[in-house]
């Protein structure tokens, strides 16, 4: 089995209820915090904006634009 490369940001193209890799890596950015997500424990992000984030409340703050 391959394994993503270590500590390589990974490019995905962000889905409603999903995502697809375009590159390989094994996490991604947050685009609020900076903060290192790897794809195992990515839960948030926007398919309309193609950005991750890091937390719940984060993402809710982002999507409703407060």
């Keep these: 089995m391959l394994m993503p490369p270590a ?3 990974a490019r995905l193209y962000y889905l409603p209820g999903t995502f ?5 890596g094994d996490h991604v950015l947050c ?3 900076g903060a290192q997500i790897p794809l195992d424990m990515l ?11 890091a ?12």
Excluded: D, K, V
């Design 7 to 9: 500590g390589r940001l």
């Design 20 to 24: 697809r890799q375009l590159s390989a």
């Design 31 to 33: 685009a609020i915090s």
């Design 43 to 53: 839960r948030y992000w926007s398919a309309e904006r193609q950005e991750a984030y």
């Design 55 to 66: 937390t719940a409340a984060i993402a809710t703050t982002c999507i409703l634009g407060h």
